[in-house]
């Protein structure tokens, strides 16, 4: 094994070490809310005859693409409820770009040692002093974090998915068979009698955030010459979702044979490959290191295809319009993938080809010119 695939690996091995500690602690710490606070007594209510003017929307996820797969709910909570206030909870990665949607605040989580020790106490003071109506987890699932955060709420009605973690739900909502996560949200709401539409993740930019955007890529590409194709190179390496590097190399190489102008993309859990593909793309291919998620959704927005793995921007560029090839590495595609209007998936069981991904690619910027 050679020395940069033995550190990709320990450094895999040190997040993954990371993340089921703090899913550890967070476990044991929900264990001792239990014995402190006793079991929600189980209602049930109609929405729409409660006097509700205060909602919060809690998605305890520290992932961008899960909190923006939550976003059909902020839609369907403000077509139900057009005057009350409502306010998210999510993490700091998706706060910029969340300021468009129809809430009127946007709270923080955090998990990072040793703020999450405290800074879960200040949140939860903050979410008590507005003496919300309502507090909803909307993950769909049993997130121990989210049933904490929507228990200690002081909420007057607490709702959330049936399941290991309904302990603090007065509202508890049994789950729908679609599991889809383009598609459950707006069935799970749905049962509770609200009003729901066919709505998929949504997320809106400024004109002046367009208009960065474009001028970025602009720069980078040297005019507004179309269509450009964004590439992302990440993906969860600790959950096998990763594309390897040489293929995603083969893939722009051809690309840029077609005189497409590709754009590369790395995320802050990919900085570490840059070296990687500045070596082996060379100079002319434009490569971009954006930490800043509104800066970086903006650029995606102007591109004509983007090309990704299942993880966060997969879902960005899909709430964006942005038409996407969604590489998937495992078979979980009918739970994780959108939908076909908005993105094509490309799976093979034994791992997807550089020569697939690039007819797909062709085909689909072929059928841009068209239109």
């Known amino acids: 094994m050679s020395q940069s695939n033995k550190k990709r690996n320990l450094i895999g091995d040190n997040v993954s070490f990371a993340y089921s500690l703090n899913k550890t602690i967070r476990g044991l710490v929900m264990r001792a809310m239990c014995l402190i606070r006793g079991r929600a007594k189980e209602v049930r209510t109609d929405l729409h005859r409660e006097r509700i003017e205060r909602i919060l929307l809690v998605r305890a996820t520290f992932r961008m693409g899960n909190s923006i797969l939550a976003t059909p709910a902020i839609f369907i909570f403000r077509r139900n409820f057009p005057h009350a206030r409502i306010d998210f909870v999510g993490p700091p990665v998706s706060k910029s770009l969340f ?100 709505i998929f993740p949504l997320l809106t930019l400024s004109s002046e955030e367009k208009k960065e955007g474009r001028r970025r890529i602009e720069t980078l590409i040297g005019g507004s010459q179309v269509p450009v194709v964004g590439v992302f190179v990440g993906g969860r390496h600790a959950k096998g979702k990763r594309w390897s590097m040489e293929n995603f190399t083969q893939l722009i190489t051809a690309l840029q044979a077609q005189e497409i102008k590709v754009i590369v993309f790395f995320g802050p859990e990919e900085k570490k490959l840059i070296r990687f593909f500045r070596q082996s793309l060379g100079k002319n291919i434009p490569l971009v290191f954006e930490p800043s998620a509104i800066a970086f959704a903006s650029m995606v927005s102007n591109c004509s295809l983007f090309i990704t793995c299942d993880n966060g921007p997969m879902h960005l560029a899909c709430a964006l319009g942005v038409r996407t ?46 239109l």
């Open 99 to 198: 300021k468009n949607l129809p809430i009127d605040h946007y709270f923080s989580i955090t998990r990072r040692f040793p703020n999450v020790l405290w800074a879960y106490f200040v949140l939860l003071n903050k979410i008590r002093y507005v003496g919300y109506d309502l507090a909803v987890d909307v993950s769909c699932s049993q997130s121990a974090m989210g049933s904490f955060i929507v228990g200690f709420s002081n909420a007057r009605l607490r709702m959330g998915a049936r399941g290991k973690w309904d302990y603090w739900f007065d509202i508890p909502i049994t789950r729908p068979a679609d599991t889809n996560k383009y598609q459950v949200l707006p069935a799970f709401l749905g049962t509770t009698g609200m009003e729901t539409q066919k």
């Open 325 to 370: 090839i969604a590489i998937f590495q495992n078979s979980d595609f009918n739970r994780w993938g959108p939908p076909a209007d908005m993105a094509q998936i490309v799976y093979e069981p034994g791992g997807v080809s550089d020569k697939a991904v690039l007819k797909i690619s062709l085909e689909e910027l072929s059928c841009k010119v068209m």
